[in-house]
């Protein structure tokens, strides 16, 4: 079987937002949301622009978890601006509405509910895209996936399609020096749940190991040091390599069981997506690692990377799961529901959608290990009370 492995172009560092006088370019829309654009960074890479001679327009109406009817306003502004190139600046949320509306802004007819990884898109007719990531953790600055929510339901879904990796990925850690310590933390765990999901989805490959199995060494070093000090611009540029080397792994890999978890509490209960991902990789690893061996050895294989030591497959995934754990609780994220702060009530009300949600999501595909609707139920009924998965 033929593969490809497809990555951005990528520049990091110290004052690599400096690297934008390279774009050959007239016309560039700012593609970000309010919080971002009131930090200043927008400020700085519109004057970067315009010092080289670009006329440059700001759109700045992004949404956590864009919703459908978001992208489109953002395709209008690009359709009224006519750019040739798109520049993302922000999380993972800004990002997708930057990809999915430039979709659009190519081709208007375009349903976003049917884009599919084998169709062509025929992007790059009108602009080309370029991101700048104001979170480490998603990595949608170097991979193929849109991950937007349907108006009506609330129901998030990801696609991809290898059109729409970017042309360009610029990592400057001053731009998430400012970010607080709590989306600091979640969306470092989205990282290692990406990287450790693609380590044993079934499309897994030796490109895509490499770029996990850093990523899970970068992640435990240097994750507490960037919560515990965020000022830290060492720490904060590794750990933007990191979620790049963890977008690179998973957009050529796939995501598995802790993403489709992830993708449906953030729809249903409108948790972080970070903070959701990072609960449920401990939970989806002792259930995959259970039953299923070639899982279980790859979880270990991992876990050896950060110090665990064990003969048996399964009792190391184990190990590691709990490790996964320790760091969650060492950068104050929840490792449950009810840590979380949600009530019993509002989790029971909201269970039946997680688990039809949970069955409607595609990264359930590449799990290596099957799951049924029961199976789910029980999952996040573990989930709730922060019990490991023992069947
Ligand atoms: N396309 C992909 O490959 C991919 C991969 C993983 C996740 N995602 C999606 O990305 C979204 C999550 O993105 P995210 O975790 O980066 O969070 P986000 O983009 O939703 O941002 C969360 C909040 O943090 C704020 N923020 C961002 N940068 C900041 C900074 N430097 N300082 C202060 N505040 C800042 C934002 O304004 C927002 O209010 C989810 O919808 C998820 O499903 C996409
Ligand atoms: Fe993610």
Redesign the pocket.
Known sequence: MVWWFIVPKVTFGEDALTDLELLGGEKAIIIT?E??NS?GHVDKVKSILEENGWEVSVWDGAE??PRISIVKNAAEAMTEFAPDWIVAV?????M?TAKAAWILYEHPDENLESVNPLQPLDLRNKAKLVCIP??A????EA?K???IREDETGR?FATNNNELVPDLAILDPE??T???RD?TAY?GL?ALAHSVDAYISVWKNDFSDACTMQTVRMVFEWLPKSVENPGDTVAREKMLVAANLA?MSFSNSQVCLSHSLG?CM?SVHRLQ??MSVGMALPYTIEYNAHDTPDAARQYSELGRLVGIEEKDDEKAARRFAAKIRDLQKEVGAPTSFEEAGMSKEDFDKGLDKLVEFTMMDSSITMNPRFIDSMTIRRVYEYMYEGKPIDF
């Open positions: 949301d919080v971002i930090l956590p978890d922000g999380g993972g949320s800004v997708d104001t979170t953790g998603t990595g949608s991979t996936a849109i991950v998030k731009l998430i400012g970010l607080p989306l969306t989205d977008g993708h953030g997506h970070g």
